[in-house]
């Protein structure tokens, strides 16, 4: 069955937002009176969530009462700040304009809440709009539960055999799984170097987004 919708990943998949939140982990820990952490280490953390991101900055272990003040700290920096920093990953655009051209919708599923979402994806030089958006306050269960991913495919007028899922996280491999889709796991996105993605199970493996037609091409030969 030939494919009918790519779907992707936010955060570190079809976008580079670890800039904007690199300047926010280093203000409030500058507001904590710590030393700046290194590019590096922020960006291995962007996809696993706003709260992952505080905890680095504080220094704080899981569950601390501490962390929800912070969090709400750090997300308000960040909406003032919302994708002054962010681009999409190189070949991204050019990937989505090729879909566009071949009748192929796209979206994105993401664990990023709508009102940070939405105004982002306003901001982005896109060659054609989206045929979905989904984030974790549109369902019940967000990913690593397939809801989402089936949400997107209806909103795509596709069955789950039909839609691909490019993600650079675990948990977007476990999404897409469960679902039915196929996977592809993103190496330019944000992973731990400790992480071993083979453990994945993703279908595919891609180095840089400027390899998504290529791969589109021989499965929908």
Known sequence: MKLKAILFDLDGTLLDTAPDFIVCVNRLREQLDKLPLAD????AQV?????AMTRLAAELPEGDPAIEALNCQ?????QTILGQNSTLFAGIH???QWAA??????GIITNKPSYLTLPLMEKLPLPSPPATIVCPDHVSRSKPDPEPMLLACQHCGCEPSEAIYFGDHERDIAAGRAAGMLTV????????PNENIEHWQADFRLRSAAEIPALLTRLNA
């Open 185 to 192: 796991a993103c190496e330019w996105g944000y992973i731990d």
């Open 94 to 96: 050019h990937s989505l």
């Open 40 to 43: 590096t280490t922020i960006r």
């Open 74 to 78: 750090l997300v308000a920096t960040y």
């Open 101 to 106: 051209e071949r009748g192929l919708a796209w």
């Open 47 to 51: 996809s696993n969530g706003a709260r």
